[in-house]
């Protein structure tokens, strides 16, 4: 029996066409295993119409928010990370009052198997960080929808920034009691795998890592940068991908759904394109 539940949604962010890439391949994830949930993208101005209507047949919503940055440059040249400022846009996700639960996950996320079981979590649940545990990592978690929790947030913001000038500090910062005050809101890790830190504890991987539920291809990388052989089905490792450490396997699970369900959308958006 397969019964929807229109009122919790999953929810990603895409600022531009490039992260588009990630969300639709995301999205189509959660179609493959068949999530009972909505399926949400939020986009900003940046993102192609082109993009939108393929990401409309993917998702059951696409919106449209403006970007909110957190213009704390120093934060985030200290990190090399320029271009995280925009994902304080994620904090928008709190506005989507018409589901009573969501949750989030990053563009660059992919799910392995269906994780609806992620909505009997309560508001703040994530799972810990590998680089720093004893806090979250941002890029899944489960939160509750209001308008009072998202001005609290954009009110912090403005009074203490964010440590890491995006919004895992920020994050963090406000929902500060997550490590300590009750560990039924610590995900487990299988739900936020981050795909190039794996090699830290080999051993652990090996014994739990079947299990892995989530994979999240964290850190400036990202799967669509990779090249891939659509002949031989293989992810190439060439230059553009030295330094990272994502695992052979789950980039070529992510390159496997990009090109059997989502080349096939943009090709025919290329051609709708080309005869106008
Ligand atoms: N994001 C975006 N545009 C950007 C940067 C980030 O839409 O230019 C969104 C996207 O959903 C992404 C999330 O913010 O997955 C967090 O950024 P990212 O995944 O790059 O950070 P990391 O997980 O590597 O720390
Ligand atoms: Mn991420």
Partial sequence: MFFAVTDQAFVTLATDDVYCQGALVLGQSL????????????????????IRSVLSSVFDE???VDVLDSADSVHL?????????????????????????????????????????LFDWE???????????????????????SLD????LLQFAAEHGSFDGGDQGLLNSFFSNWARADIGKHLPFLYNLSSSSLYTYVPAFNHFGRDAKVVHFLGATKPWNYKYNLQTKRVMQDDTASGSFHQLPFLGLWWNIYS?????????????????
């Fill in 31 to 50: 179609r493959n295993h068949r999530t009972s949930r909505k399926l949400t993208v939020l986009i900003t101005p940046e993102v192609s119409s082109g």
């Fill in 62 to 64: 696409v919106i449209e």
């Fill in 77 to 117: 040249a200290l990190m090399q990370r320029p271009e995280l400022g925009v994902t304080f846009t994620k904090l928008r996700c709190w506005t989507l009052t018409h589901y009573s639960k969501c949750v989030f996950m990053d563009a660059d996320t992919l799910v392995l198997c269906n994780v609806d079981e």
């Fill in 123 to 145: 508001e703040f649940s994530a799972a810990p960080d590998s680089g720093w545990p004893d806090c979250f990592n941002s890029g899944v978690f489960v939160f509750r929808p």
């Fill in 149 to 152: 929790t998202y001005n609290l």
């Fill in 260 to 276: 059997a369900s989502i080349l096939p959308l943009l090709e025919k958006l290329q051609k709708m394109e080309d005869s106008d």
